[in-house]
């Protein structure tokens, strides 16, 4: 079974968010990078389990410039077995998708992964996109994915409640919460991952859909206001005259 | 300006979220609402009250298959010439709306909280909360996914014609083997009042007051990350930029810390109310109302308070 386990850098959880040049571009001064959680705790470690119980190989693949080379080495020492690194800014969810696909083409995989979304950009995009242009089945948010030969069974998260679904390989699924376990690289791992193959490739020709022309930051909250522990109905009070909300 | 707005009706019902979605598209453009599965000809003509004109129905396809609701949403886009698409942002408009982006190379906005301005740009939540984005387009068409609560559905007073839509879906992508349903009347994404709990509760025997506030208010209930992770709670209630991002009217926080990764999943609710016996907890700062002290006393406190509230109106 070969797998592809798509892996995008989002900044560290505890980055203050700021942004630069008029607005328009988020201020990477001091922010420290990491393996969007979803791709890594999730993604990466369902297909490294796989591999091993099943046999076959884990390939990661990264839009990404350079500096994005210290996030796919961690993605190494996890144990994926080689890295693809598309040379591009990935700007345009599309632009991103279309690299994944184009070289999933190319190499043929049993199961693409993707993360839930990107901590940074929120879009749940990159999955369901690639999952059309290779005209395979997606299965968004998986919590539990068994593979038996060829079908898989997969839990995903639908409004309401959970679904069970059958679905024959090749396809695309998106990883959250449940999949697996987060697994810590150890020293061997983090030693091997300095020799395993990191390939770089040059982008397809793809135009961006979409771009984001400004940011802003929410408004400032005004201060909290303090009710006493032994005057909760001043609380409901409040809740129900001042906030309207119950 | 034609508007095509697809809802996922799946389970019977048109939910609030698939409302706000409708009546959103419906101040773009003159809306059109397409659907599939078994949901009743008057509950699909009452979204005429929400700003649909007409609504198509697909009856033949009955499971949540991205593939096939895509194909159906391409086609009555095509049939009804829109050039901006809606979604909600909720669990089947992440799987349907990247597909149509990728079939019909139409930019897609994800997680909007507001109306495209003037010039096009749509503004989306990024950084999990922490921070906004304007999204503009370099495609003709657009597809805009809405993020649930972030609009105030105003009702028009019409009803929409309904056609059945037979367009071709293709053939099924997957099979659905089996549905477990979420327990708890009030589903998270959607809920107007949220209370949540973190470790501060001590362990999973002691819920009931946060269950029985939930119940009094009507509310939805949540919890941190570590209260999922070690199995106090379901997965499902987890909130925050790993979880679940919820915008509710009510957020009541109890004996959770206001780590940053909690507040960016909910610190876009309307009010926040925390209840924590540190006054040095970082959830303070985000919090519209506090209350300095212990949660095992005033949760039953807040819920006869409620009671009382209620019984006078
Ligand atoms: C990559 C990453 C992603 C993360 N994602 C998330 C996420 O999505 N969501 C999330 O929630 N966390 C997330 N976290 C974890 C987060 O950093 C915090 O550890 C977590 O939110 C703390 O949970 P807590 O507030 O329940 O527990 P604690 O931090 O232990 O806080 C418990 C609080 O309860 C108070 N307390 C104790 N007793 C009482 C009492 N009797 N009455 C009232 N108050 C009391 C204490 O004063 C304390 O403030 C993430 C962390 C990382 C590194
Ligand atoms: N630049 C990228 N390179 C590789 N994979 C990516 C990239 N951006 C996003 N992805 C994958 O797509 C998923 C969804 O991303 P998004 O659509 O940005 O929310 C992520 O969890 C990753 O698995």
Known sequence: ?246 | MSVLVYIDTLNGSVAKNAMEAVNYGSKIGSTTVVTNGSISEEDLAALGNVGATKVLVNRAVTTNDASQITNIVAAAADSCGASTIVFSQDLTGRAVAPRLSAKLKAGLASGAIALPSADGSVKVNVFSGKAFGNVSFNSDKKIISLTPNSIQIEETGGSAAVEEFNADAGSASLTVKDVQKQEGDVLLPEAELVVSAGRGLKGPENWGMVEDLAKTLGAATACSRPVADIGWRPHHEHVGQTGVAIRPNLYIAAGISGAIQHLAGVNGSKVIVVINTDPEAPFFKAADYGIVGDAFEVLPKLKEEIEKLKAQN
């Open chain 1, 1 to 246: 079974m070969k797998f592809l386990v798509c892996i995008s850098k989002a900044p560290d959880t505890t980055s203050k968010i700021e942004f630069t040049d008029g607005d328009t571009k988020f201020n990477e001064a001091g922010v420290q990078y990491i393996v969007n959680p979803y791709d890594e705790w999730y993604a990466l470690v369902r297909a490294l389990e796989l591999k091993e119980s099943l046999g076959g190989s884990v390939t990661t693949i990264t839009v990404g410039e350079v500096g994005d080379e210290s996030i796919i080495r961690k993605a190494l020492a996890i144990g994926a077995d080689n890295a693809v690194r598309v040379n591009a800014e990935a700007n345009d969810a599309y632009f991103t998708a279309f690299q994944i696909a184009e070289y999933a083409k190319a190499n043929g995989f049993d199961i693409v992964f993707t993360g839930k979304e990107t901590i940074n950009y929120n879009g749940s995009q990159v999955g369901g996109m690639v999952a059309e242009m290779l005209n395979q089945p997606f299965v968004s948010l998986a919590s539990k994915l068994e593979l038996n030969g060829g079908a898989a069974t997969i839990n995903r998260e639908m409004t309401g409640g959970v679904e069970v679904v059958e679905v024959n390989t090749p396809f695309v699924v998106s990883s959250a919460k449940g999949m697996a376990e987060q697994r810590i690289p150890n020293m061997r791992g983090i030693m091997a991952a300095r020799t395993k193959p990191l390939e770089v490739i040059e982008p397809a020709a793809c135009e961006d859909l979409t771009s984001f022309a400004t940011y802003s930051l929410p408004e400032a909250k005004s201060a909290c206001k303090y009710v006493e522990a032994d005057n909760i109905a001043e609380l409901v009070n409040l809740l129900h005259t001042e906030a309207k909300v119950i």
